[in-house]
C-alpha cells in the first residue's frame, strides 16, 4: 500500500532500527516503545488485519516472533514478555499493517496486564461456542 509506513520502511523508503529480516517478515525497534527493547514484527507484504495474513507469512512470523521474542527477552534482562497484536480500532490497531508487538516486562514497570473479567451468564457459554464452531 502506498501511504503505509509500515510499507514505506519496508521498501527502504523511511529507516528503521532493523533487528531481523528474511524473505516474509522484517522486524525493528519501535519509534516510542514501551520498554526499552519494544521491537515491532511485520509481514512484508501489506496485510491489514491478522485474518488477511496467508498462512505461509503467518507461520514466518509465528517463528520469528519466538525467535526475537527470545532475543528480546535475554538481551533486556526482562522479567517477562508479552506478545501482543491488535486487529481493529476498537482492540488498539493505529497501523493497518498486520505487526506484532514484542514487549520486554519488568515487575514494577507500571503496565496492567489483568483485565476485567465478565462471567458468562446461564447458558451463554454453551451458546457462545456454539456460535464459534459454527464460523469454523
Not at 523508503?13 to 524473505?23: G, L, Q
Request: net charge negative; with cysteine.
Amino acid at each position: 500500500m502506498e501511504d503505509c509506513i509500515f510499507c514505506k520502511i519496508v521498501r527502504g523508503e523511511i529507516p528503521c532500527s532493523k533487528v531481523y529480516e528474511d524473505e516474509l517478515v522484517l522486524s525493528f525497534l519501535d519509534i516510542n516503545p514501551f520498554n526499552h527493547g519494544h521491537t515491532l514484527v511485520i509481514t512484508k507484504k501489506h496485510y491489514e488485519t491478522l485474518f488477511d495474513v496467508p498462512d505461509e507469512d503467518l507461520k514466518a512470523c509465528a517463528v520469528a516472533l519466538r525467535d526475537i521474542g527470545r532475543a528480546v527477552y535475554e538481551a533486556s534482562g526482562a522479567d517477562g514478555l508479552n506478545i501482543l497484536q491488535n486487529n481493529y480500532r476498537a482492540a488498539g490497531q493505529v497501523v493497518w499493517h498486520a505487526h506484532y508487538h514484542i514487549l520486554p516486562r519488568y515487575k514494577r514497570d507500571g503496565f496492567i496486564t489483568s483485565w476485567p473479567t465478565n462471567p458468562y451468564g446461564e447458558g451463554q457459554m454453551q451458546e457462545m461456542l456454539a456460535k464459534i464452531r459454527d464460523k469454523l
